[in-house]
């Protein structure tokens, strides 16, 4: 099966609780793009209209391989209407309020599903009957932890442990399948000289970011300064690293939770661990699932003792304990735990008639059809329909 072959298989229409008024302190928008990520996009169109990032407000990152729609809040009274290749800004009205992501009521998904076999849409068929009656897993995607190093782990797992040089190599010379070829050299070539600082910053000076050529001066002057270097990182880019492993945390107590109740577990492999989904479940424990929700870890207490007793094995296994993971210091200054529901059942789940696919001779394509409340990703649900 695949996914996301061209944009437009995979669209993405954004429910707000947000209606266009005549009047308002913000001007309000519909933002419909394919290739763009949203905050890129809108910075661009924030520097273009000399105006400051800050003034622009939206409930959610979108996809940047899919053909997404959204709304954004600009508070400025001039209007920023504008079009370009693969986005479209245009104003429709005016709101009293920012627009943020207590708005969002859900999102509607349309997934064409491609290089399918017979014995595919079976599975998907059968696969969508049983999600839409017991729901699955609410896990967070792997698009959430796209700052993950395959080899060395989450950069905030290794600052939780007092590992300040090993998260500055993660931070420095750590890259991703999708980042440009030349960055991918650089961090290739600046971790083959780790702990050579002063080599390091001559390569970072050829292309650089000007936060790794600053933190590499700063360690080539100063021994031993790892920490006023983590300083230097900024507070937003902080914060999502540390999202990012509470996210994978809060991923392990659900995985282990479907452990216990479902039967015969189906996989899905996930870059930060499996996905796990229950095929059969019984009536008592799909109704413990539907009323539970699990707060990230920064929470400042778990109530239900089955999951606080999973959080505990989590963070034993990662060599972590509540006093190590300084719950207090964190949930300050980064979080706000907001509990997560543990399944979520999809809304107006349609499979349509398989045909054929123009894009893989003798294969088929199917569309799939649903809403998902905020906060949950239709890309999990797509593995959900694909395991068997």
Not at 311 to 319: K, S
Not at 348 to 363: F, I, W, Y
Not at 369 to 374: A, D, G, I, T
Request: aromatic share 10%; with cysteine; proline share 5%.
């Amino acid at each position: 099966m695949k996914v996301k072959s061209v944009p437009e298989d995979f669209v993405v229409n954004e429910i707000s609780h947000i209606e266009p008024g005549a009047s308002g302190r913000y001007g309000l928008y519909i933002l419909e793009k394919k290739g763009w990520n949203t905050s890129d996009l809108l910075k661009g169109i924030a520097s273009r209209a000399g105006l400051p990032y800050r003034l622009f407000a939206y409930g959610g990152r979108k996809d940047r391989h899919a053909h997404t729609f959204q709304h954004v809040t600009v508070e400025a009274g001039v209007d920023l209407t504008t079009s370009s290749g693969g986005y479209r800004f245009e104003r429709i009205g005016f709101a009293d309020r920012a627009m943020g992501p207590d708005l969002i009521e859900g999102n509607e998904f349309s997934i064409m599903l491609r290089s399918l076999s017979g014995d595919d849409v079976e599975a998907i068929r059968r696969n969508a009957t049983e999600a839409a009656e017991e729901g699955f897993p609410n896990y967070f995607d792997d698009q959430r932890f796209g700052g993950m190093d395959p080899e060395r782990g989450f950069m905030a797992e290794r600052i939780l442990k007092g590992q300040w040089r090993g998260s500055l190599e993660i931070y420095l010379t750590s890259c991703r399948p999708e980042d440009p070829r030349e960055v991918r050299d650089r961090k290739r070539e600046m971790r083959e000289c780790w702990g050579d600082w002063r080599a390091m910053l001559r390569v970072a000076t050829d292309g650089g970011a000007p936060i790794e050529i600053a933190m590499l001066q700063l360690l080539a002057e100063e021994r031993g300064a790892y920490v006023k270097a983590l300083r230097m990182i900024p507070r937003e880019e902080l914060s999502l690293f540390f999202s990012a492993y509470q996210s994978f945390l809060w991923n392990e107590m659900a995985r282990r939770l479907v452990v216990e109740v479902g039967d015969e577990p189906l996989t899905h492999h996930g870059v930060a661990g499996p996905y796990l989904f229950y095929r059969r479940i019984s009536v008592g424990d799909l109704g413990y699932l539907r009323d539970l929700s699990i707060p990230l870890p920064a929470a400042a207490r778990i109530e239900d003792e089955r999951i606080s007793g999973l959080l505990a094995a989590v963070l034993e296994e990662r060599g972590l304990h509540q006093g190590r993971f300084n719950v207090r210091r964190l949930r300050q200054a980064f979080f706000k735990p907001t509990p997560r529901r543990v399944i979520v059942f999809p809304e107006h789940l349609t499979v349509s008639d398989a045909v054929k696919d123009e894009m893989n001779p003798g294969r088929k394509r199917a569309i799939v059809s649903f809403f998902l409340p905020r906060g949950s990703y239709g890309t999990m649900l797509v593995k959900r329909l694909s395991v068997r």
